[in-house]
């Protein structure tokens, strides 16, 4: 069976290189980061983001707990300010939207003001054969209408440049989805 996360991390580990940049744009617990991190090593850069305090907490844990090299810098802001804080180009990025897996707290989702500015600065940060994943929970009303926007704003882009793809699986449409947005 098409198992989606295995097929982001296959996206990931074809563009990122060792000693490379990457940005987890929504830190939580840190799954992603550190995914990045080991995939980056220890001559790479990994910045990551929450609004958070609690998933900069948890993810502390489980960069130690997976033996990660020491390449995370864990930033208490928000996604949409990454311009600020990331200056080098970046070989992959990762976005997965939504709210704090076992929070509790529903009202402190992704929103799509905030991810359009942070989708539109990854875009920006991205080196030439570089990927964006950006992972849509359309099982709520506000990750519904953040995969729509995403879609309209994504179907612009020119092909020349970027390649833009969706995985979903059709038959069951309030699963999770990704978009990939490779650069050439
Ligand atoms: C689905 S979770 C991410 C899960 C994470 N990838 C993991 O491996 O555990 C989404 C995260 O986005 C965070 N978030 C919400 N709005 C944000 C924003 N404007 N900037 C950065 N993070 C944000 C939430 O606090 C939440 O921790």
Same mark, same amino acid.
């Not at 080991?38 to 907490?57: E, H, N, S, T």
């Not at 990331?86 to 529903?106: D, H, M, Q, R, T």
């Not at 992972?135 to 009303?141: F, K, L, S």
């Given at each position: 069976?098409?198992?989606?996360?295995?097929?982001?991390?296959?996206?990931?580990?074809?563009?990122?290189?060792?000693?490379?940049?990457?940005?987890?744009?929504?830190?939580?617990?840190?799954?992603?980061?550190?995914?990045?991190?080991?995939?980056?090593?220890?001559?790479?850069?990994?910045?990551?983001?929450?609004?958070?305090?609690?998933?900069?907490?948890?993810?502390?844990?489980?960069?130690?707990?997976?033996?990660?090299?020491?390449?995370?810098?864990?930033?208490?802001?928000?996604?949409?300010?990454?311009?600020?804080?990331?200056?080098? !180009?970046? /070989?992959?990025?990762? +976005?997965?939207?939504?709210?704090? $897996?076992? %929070?509790?707290?529903?009202?402190?989702?992704?929103? &799509?003001?905030?991810?359009?500015?942070?989708?539109?600065?990854?875009?920006?940060?991205?080196?030439?054969?570089?990927?964006?994943?950006?992972?849509?929970?359309?099982?709520?009303?506000?990750?519904?209408?953040?995969?729509?926007?995403?879609?309209?704003?994504?179907?612009?882009?020119?092909?020349? !440049?970027? /390649?833009?793809?969706? +995985?979903?699986?059709?038959?069951? $449409?309030? %699963?999770?989805?990704?978009?990939?947005?490779?650069? &050439?």
């Amino acid at each position: 069976m098409t198992d989606l996360s295995a097929l982001e991390k296959q996206f990931l580990s074809a563009h990122i290189r060792p000693g490379g940049v990457c940005v987890d744009f929504t830190m939580g617990n840190g799954h992603d980061t550190a995914f990045l991190s080991k995939a980056v090593g220890k001559d790479g850069k990994v910045y990551a983001f929450d609004i958070q305090q609690k998933a900069i907490d948890s993810t502390r844990k489980t960069l130690e707990q997976e033996n990660c090299p020491d390449n995370c810098v864990l930033i208490l802001d928000s996604h949409s300010e990454a311009a600020e804080y990331v200056k080098e !180009k970046i /070989c992959a990025g990762v +976005f997965n939207l939504g709210y704090l $897996p076992g %929070s509790g707290n529903k009202a402190l989702t992704t929103k &799509r003001e905030t991810t359009l500015k942070a989708v539109k600065a990854a875009v920006a940060l991205m080196d030439d054969d570089a990927v964006i994943l950006i992972a849509v929970y359309p099982g709520h009303e506000e990750g519904k209408l953040e995969g729509e926007m995403l879609s309209d704003y994504l179907s612009g882009f020119d092909r020349k !440049k970027y /390649c833009v793809s969706r +995985f979903t699986i059709v038959n069951s $449409p309030t %699963s999770p989805y990704f978009f990939a947005i490779e650069s &050439r």
